[in-house]
């Protein structure tokens, strides 16, 4: 499962309201090959499922990933952050063994 934090979803919300993303939108996250640590986090607002998706909703907000991201992402819950490091969404993955500096990537 993949979880959101409270501040999470209501900046999630916010963001896609602004963006005009839709009733059916909802957060994409996934996996890719790179960053400094060899893997990095992706997300993005989407409002298409693909056939091996995996669908969670937690705090209203409705969270997709794709199958192979999803061994790397179970557990995982996203947070917000608006800290003087700057602002954004942060995964706070229990697989990871390590991250870069940045948090935008892993190794596990």
Known sequence: ??????????????????????????????????GCSGLSYELNFDNELKEDDKVFEDKGLKIVCDKKSFLYLIGTQLDFSGGLNGKGFIFVNPNASRTCGCGESFSI
Not at 2 to 16: E, G, H, Y
Request: proline share 0%.
């Open 1 to 34: 499962m993949i979880t959101v934090t409270d501040n999470a979803s209501t900046q999630a919300k916010k963001l896609m309201a602004e963006q005009n993303a839709g009733k059916d939108a909802f957060i994409r996250v996934g996996v890719k090959g790179g």
